[in-house]
Nanobody, 117 residues
Framework: QVQVVESGGGLVQPGGSLRLSCAAT????????MGWYRQTPTTQREQREL??????????KYADFVKGRFTISRDGPKITIYLQMNSLHPEDTAVYYC????????WGQGTQVTVAS
């Protein structure tokens, strides 16, 4: 079993920044992938959209809608990833869910990000 815990959400004004963190603990097996999906207020769980992910060998991928604004990074020994979000738009308002994936897939509980003036 793996536990995934996010932190760092909150309320920010348009153009502002937030940093999300996500730590995975438990039965960790390399290679693994960790990353973020988000679910907006008007979408269902099945419509969560991928934001970014990073693998244990540092392969990165971003959704087109965050390229140039968001940066994903990781602290390998801590099995922790970070999502630095800059130039936030109101459309970025969503619950951000961290995931960990090796042979199985695990979700965090989600953290709310609200971008509003």
């Amino acid at each position: 079993q793996v536990q995934v815990v996010e932190s760092g959400g909150g309320l920010v004004q348009p153009g502002g920044s937030l940093r999300l963190s996500c730590a995975a603990t438990g039965s960790i097996h390399s290679p693994y992938t960790m990353g973020w999906y988000r679910q907006t207020p008007t979408t269902q769980r099945e419509q969560r959209e991928l934001v970014a992910f990073i693998t244990s060998n540092d392969f990165l991928k971003y959704a087109d809608f965050v390229k140039g604004r968001f940066t994903i990074s990781r602290d390998g020994p801590k099995i922790t990833i970070y999502l630095q979000m800059n130039s936030l738009h109101p459309e970025d308002t969503a619950v951000y869910y961290c995931f960990y994936n090796d042979q199985d897939h695990y979700w965090g509980q989600g953290t709310q990000v609200t971008v509003a003036s």
